[in-house]
C-alpha cells in the first residue's frame, strides 16, 4: 500500500521569505499523480499543484514550486516570498494513475501547519 | 464554473441515528469521491463513484455507504452512527484522470 510522509507537522516562515515543506512517499508504481493541497482555516481543501511522475520537470505555479526527486520519492513544496494568506495546513497526496491499475484514490500525508509570521 | 457543492453544512446527530449527505460535483464531473477527515487519523478514503459505479472503497464498516445518480450528484449514508464518526465529510470531484477538486465539506457531530 502507498504511504505518504510529512514529517514536519508544524513550520513558521516570516512574511516575503522562503520556506520548503517537506514530503516522501512510498509506492512500487511508476506512474504516478503527487499533489499539494492547502487547507485554511475554512476546511476548504484547495488545490496548490500537481506533478506527474513521468514528467522530469518539476510544476511550478506562481509562487510555489516543487522539487521532486523520484528515485527518492521526495516531493517537497517551496513557496516564495510568503503572505499571510499562505497560512494554512498543507497536505501532500499521492495518486496512482488508472493506466497501470492503480487505485486512484488519494493517499493524504499527515499534515503540515504553516505559520507566516508579519 | 461553479465548484463542489456539500449539504448540509453542518449536521448534530446523536448516537444510533443515521445521516444523509449529499454532493453535486462541478459540471462535467462523473467521478465523486468521498473522505473522512478527523485529528486522529487524518483524511481517509472512503469510496469513489464514476458513471453510478463504486469503483473504490476504503477501509471503513459497512454502516458507511454511498450511491451517484445519473446527474452525477452523489450521497454518503452512514447508519448506527457512533460517536467516531464525527469529523469532517469531504466531497470531492473530477474529470477522468484529472485532479480532484473539493467541496467545503460538511462538518458531522455525533453526541
Known sequence: AQTVTQSQPEMSVQEAETVTLSCTYDTSESDYYLFWYKQPPSRQMILVIRQEAYKQQNATENRFSVNFQKAAKSFSLKISDSQLGDAAMYFCAYRGARTQGGSEKLVFGKGTKLTVNP | ?111
Not at chain 2, 460535483?25 to 453510478?52: A, D, K, M
Not at chain 2, 452525477?72 to 465529510?89: K, P
Not at chain 2, 473530477?94 to 453526541?111: A, I, M, N, S
Open chain 2, 1 to 111: 464554473k461553479a465548484g463542489v457543492t456539500q449539504t448540509p453544512r453542518y449536521l448534530i446527530k446523536t448516537r444510533g441515528q443515521q445521516v444523509t449527505l449529499s454532493c453535486s460535483p462541478i459540471s462535467g464531473h462523473r467521478s465523486v469521491s468521498w473522505y473522512q477527515q478527523t485529528p486522529g487519523q487524518g483524511l481517509q478514503f472512503l469510496f469513489e463513484y464514476f458513471s453510478e459505479t463504486q469503483r473504490n472503497k476504503g477501509n471503513f464498516p459497512g454502516r458507511f455507504s454511498g450511491r451517484q445518480f445519473s446527474n452525477s450528484r452523489s450521497e454518503m449514508n452512514v447508519s448506527t452512527l457512533e460517536l467516531g464518526d464525527s469529523a469532517l465529510y469531504l466531497c470531492a470531484s473530477r474529470k477522468y484522470q484529472e485532479t480532484q477538486y473539493f467541496g467545503p465539506g460538511t462538518r458531522l457531530l455525533v453526541l
